[in-house]
């Protein structure tokens, strides 16, 4: 228990007061009651002595998969590669386009470029900041072969659309459902909605790893063979105790995305609160709404859209949109909170996208959320009256008094 008063440790943990200082993410405190069973599950790495695609990847896999009635999860080493080897595994060839949201993070359009494709960008929905269909559809040439909606911060994009565009033009449907977990689309996990999708368990994500890790998860077969050869150098077969029958010849030229079993061993810990995380980060979003809702200079808050059918959000980050962005950031970093934005160049003006020939301008919602978007601090470690905080000096800023 030496190392749980460690964690717990007040001061790592940036303890609230009036004046405190607000992180934008620590699990230092939380960590503490989790450091038990962490370390019996690392433990029982060390004991087995496989440390990475071992059993406890294989164990997390399983694990994570009933949870979100996947039939296959993939264990990579990041959600960056997650959707390199998903676009590789669902036949992305040399030139063939793939519809991409202009804001998102640099990944979801990058991905699609490692994979040997273009990126062909298309406007956001100023709600949801998920891709918007019609300027998807406007996107499609004859080189087009599969869509990326990205599911962002708390709910999918509006999959009943997308997936009618998809089916209009033959298109795959490929999710970036990174941020994604726990959201659902008619009871389906966000992922598990066209042929693939991914997560993340990047360490601020709503499932994070103490390191970089990630995951494929679908329903189909063939992919998950494809996507799990990949991340081993293109092999097929397990490698656990390396046992006789495990092919050595490569069919495919793959990559080395294992993951490690030491994320696994946190990874499996961490599940066990992931329900009760979810639950305080929409109690957290909600005190945030209540403090905010008619703030001057406040000109977006995050809106759950209700649909046709239902859908399960979750608060992986709370976004909102304001008046002098940059100047509002500043003025919360000098007392002591700490935001980030995402995102701030939209994918189309990225210098390594620059030869699609993209103009400012041509995408006008993902160009407004990335000049007014702040992400304030959202996390199971975070105390009301932190919210209270970040909240009076947001007021305090657009009022013209001083904190
Ligand atoms: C985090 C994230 C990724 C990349 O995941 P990593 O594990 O950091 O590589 C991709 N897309 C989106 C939308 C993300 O938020």
Known sequence: ???????????????????????????????????????????AVIDRGKYSHG??????E???????????????????????????????GPGDEVVVPAFSFVASASSVALAHGRPAFADIDPVTYGIDPASAADAITDRTRMIMPVHLFS???????????????????????AEAIGMRWDGVHAGLLGIGGVLSFF???????????????????????????????????????????????????????????????????????LDADIARRAELAA????????????????????????????????????????????????????????????LHRQPCFAELGHRAGEFPNAEAACAHAVALPLYPDLAERQVDRVCELIRAFYSGSRP
């Open 1 to 43: 228990m030496e190392h749980a008063a460690t964690f717990a440790d007040p001061a790592a943990a940036q303890a609230p007061g009036a004046g405190g200082t607000v992180p934008f993410f620590t699990q230092a405190a939380s960590f503490a009651d989790l450091w038990p069973l962490t370390e019996a599950n690392l433990n």
């Open 55 to 60: 059993h406890l990847v294989a164990e997390f």
């Open 62 to 92: 399983s694990v994570l998969a009933e949870r979100i009635g996947a039939a296959h999860v993939i264990g990579v080493n990041s959600g960056t590669d997650a959707l390199v080897l998903l676009l590789r595994a669902a036949g992305l």
């Open 155 to 177: 709910q999918l994009a509006d999959m009943a659309a997308i997936t009618e565009v998809a089916e209009q033009y033959a298109l795959t449907v490929v999710e970036d459902s």
């Open 203 to 273: 360490p601020t994500k709503t499932l994070g790893a103490l390191g970089d890790a990630g995951a494929v998860i679908t329903n189909d077969d063939r992919i998950a063979e494809t996507a799990a050869a990949l991340r081993h150098h293109g092999r097929y077969g397990r490698t656990i105790d390396h046992f006789p029958g495990i092919s050595n010849e490569t069919v495919l030229p793959g990559l080395n995305s294992k993951m490690d079993d030491f994320q696994a061993a946190i990874l499996l810990a961490k599940l066990t609160r």
């Open 287 to 346: 005190a945030y709404t209540e403090r905010l809702t008619g703030c001057p200079g406040v000109r977006r808050l995050p809106t759950v859209v209700e649909r046709e059918v239902k859908t399960d959000a979750v608060f992986y980050v709370y976004l909102i949109e304001v008046e002098r962005r940059d100047e509002l950031v500043a003025h919360l970093a000098a007392n002591g909170v700490t935001t980030e934005t995402y995102y701030p160049v939209p």
